[in-house]
């Protein structure tokens, strides 16, 4: 079965730090691969989108993700983050049909 | 203003009610869907609508039901036969391609006592 791992669920970062969160998917096909963000109560925007191509996606608020084909993963990355990026996180994989699958979420807290 | 919006933002129910919420959206998507999420989940389908008069059921459709009359409507009704009900209910569109990301309203928080 399809699957999509968030492989910690919360992680709490100082402001101006750099952060990573985690993504690994287990698929035998092509996939496309999303990142999204939630604030509390809101409902979810998209951050980045791989589709093809170069395997470095850049996104807004200055976020960028990686595709790792080999290691089936789609770290998220930002090298200085503000308190504003605190929210949950969200990797979403889909399929070559109408199968979009997301991960448990990211609890990401930046702390002054 | 393309959207989609979702009404209302609170709704607390009774146990044993039926309760229905709204899901519009203004992009000309062809396909709907409806997740629930709850805390540590992340988010599981319910239903989804790829054209009208057609939709299928997701991984946790029991006790919920849905209708897709006009290409931008698609409510989704709680039925009293959800065993827990209370969570966050969120709708989403996309175009039609895999490649497509979908776009989500504000959701629902529906509180059931």
């Known amino acids: 079965a399809q699957s999509v791992t968030q492989l910690d669920s919360q992680v709490p970062v100082f402001e101006e730090a750099p952060v990573e969160l985690r993504c690994n998917y287990s698929?035998?096909?092509?996939?496309?691969l999303f990142w999204y963000v939630q604030y509390p109560n809101q409902g979810l925007q998209l951050l980045l989108k791989y589709l093809s191509g170069s395997t470095l996606v850049k996104g807004i608020n200055g976020f960028e993700a990686e595709f790792n084909k080999s290691q089936t993963s789609f770290h998220l990355r930002k090298p200085s983050v503000h308190i504003s990026d605190t929210a949950e996180y969200f990797c979403a994989v889909s399929y070559n049909n109408n199968d979009m699958r997301f991960g448990a979420g990211t609890r990401l807290t930046v702390k002054p | 203003d393309g959207g989609i919006t979702q009404s209302p933002k609170y709704l607390f129910r009774k146990e044993g009610q039926n309760v229905t919420l709204s899901c519009e959206q203004n992009l000309n998507h062809d396909a709907m869907y409806w997740y629930r999420q709850d805390p540590g989940q992340g988010l599981r389908l319910i239903y989804y609508s790829q054209i009208v008069n057609d939709f299928q059921k997701g991984d946790i459709a029991e006790g919920y039901s849905v209708s897709r009359e006009k290409k931008e409507s698609f409510p989704l009704t709680v039925t009293s036969a959800q065993k827990n009900p209370t969570a966050f209910y969120l709708c989403?569109?996309?175009?039609?391609?895999?490649?497509?990301?979908?776009?989500f309203g504000p959701g629902t928080r529906l509180t059931v006592t």
């Open positions: 989403a569109s996309r175009v039609e391609d895999a490649g497509d990301e979908q776009y």
């Open positions: 698929s035998s096909v092509s996939v496309y």
